[in-house]
């Protein structure tokens, strides 16, 4: 199973980005996927999550601003990153599992290897 991340990079507050993440070796609806992120210093928190029926749930912090999608036929999750914000910088990872949500990344049984998201003021 592998689960790759694409798309960080840096951007000025108020800018957007698109993360990718290719999932390859399982049954890619089978699990619930959802996006984490770590900022230096800081324990790692959920950000969105997409059920196998298309249900989404996000944080507070990111409702307004971030979409996550998925694409099946393509077996890849995306989170649209609008309005960013110096404090949405940090490393985002993808993760897949079984009724994953933001508040509980210990489900995760598939992690990525994280892409760096950089927010300047």
């Known amino acids: 199973v592998q689960l790759v991340e694409s798309g960080g990079g840096s951007v000025q507050a108020g800018g957007s980005l698109r993360l990718s993440c290719a999932a390859s070796?399982?049954?890619?609806?089978?699990?619930?996927m959802g996006w984490f992120r770590q900022a230096p210093g800081k324990e790692r928190e959920g950000v969105a999550t997409i059920e196998g029926d298309g249900t989404t749930s996000y944080a507070d912090s990111v409702k307004g601003r971030f979409t996550i999608g998925k694409d099946n036929a393509k077996n890849t999750l995306y989170l649209h990153m609008n309005s960013l914000r110096p404090e949405d910088t940090a490393i985002y990872y993808c993760?897949?599992?079984?009724?994953?949500?933001?508040?509980?990344?210990?489900?995760?049984?598939?992690w990525g290897q994280g892409t760096q998201v950089t927010v300047s003021s």
């Open positions: 993760a897949a599992g079984e009724f994953l949500t933001i508040a509980t990344p210990q489900r995760a049984l598939y």
């Open positions: 070796g399982y049954t890619y609806s089978t699990y619930s």
